[in-house]
T-cell receptor, first 112, second 111 residues
């Protein structure tokens, strides 16, 4: 099994641009999570899906952030428009239900 | 909602010594407690977890203990090695609820 796959691994963009992060969960996992990690705020849960349905998006910072999961093998996190304070490492994780979450390699986002 | 506190924030030990990291949680309904290890520039990796029906779990040099009455759980690493140096995160969740992570402990093992 390839594990959780994320793309791109690094993204550098200018303020105001749209950013789309992609995630492919582990096959057979029915829960998917998007996290953001910064030195200041640690590891924050942004949103999670169960069976492709968003369950809790209370961690999404503001309307500039949106996430979709059109099928069991793909999810996107979009930031539009991006701002410098969005610079962070974004992790996607998947699991069977909530337990044993496995993280992807992360996307390091830099917004200048 | 759940709140997880983790101590200490940094821990330095000599190679071969033991290291203990402690976490407390607030929601008595929490029943799942994983620990993650994150090396510099890498992803968090699940190293051990425990469910509320068990008081202790061991896997080679690492062990986790759970005290449901006091609502705290701990990670114990014995015979530490330089490759154990990383940030360790505890987490807790209630049934069918999201994981709440602690703020992390940076462990440094000196040769």
């Amino acid at each position: 099994d390839a594990g959780v796959i994320q793309s791109p691994r690094h993204e550098v963009t200018e303020m105001g641009q749209e950013v789309t992060l992609r995630c492919k969960p582990i096959s057979g996992h029915n829960s998917l999570f998007w996290y953001r990690q910064t030195m200041m705020r640690g590891l924050e849960l942004l949103i999670y899906f169960n069976n492709n349905v968003p369950i809790d998006d209370s961690g999404m910072p503001e309307d500039r952030f949106s996430a979709k999961m059109p099928n069991a093998s793909f999810s996107t996190l979009k930031i539009q428009p991006s701002e410098p304070r969005d610079s962070a490492v974004y992790f996607c994780a998947s699991s069977r239900q909530i337990y044993e979450q496995y993280f992807g390699p992360g996307t390091r986002l830099t917004v200048t | 909602g759940e709140n997880v506190e983790q101590h200490p924030s940094t821990l330095s030990v000599q190679e071969g010594d033991s290291a203990v990291i402690k976490c407390t949680y607030s929601d008595s309904a929490s029943n799942y407690f994983p620990w993650y290890k994150q090396e510099l520039g890498k992803r968090p990796q699940l190293i051990i977890d425990i469910r509320s029906n068990v008081g202790e779990k061991k896997d080679q040099r690492i062990a986790v203990t759970l005290n449901k009455t006091a609502k705290h759980f701990s990670l114990h690493i014995t015979e530490t090695q330089p490759e154990d140096s990383a940030v360790y995160f505890c987490a807790a969740s209630a049934p069918t609820d999201k994981l709440i992570f602690g703020t992390g402990t940076r462990l440094q093992v000196f040769p």
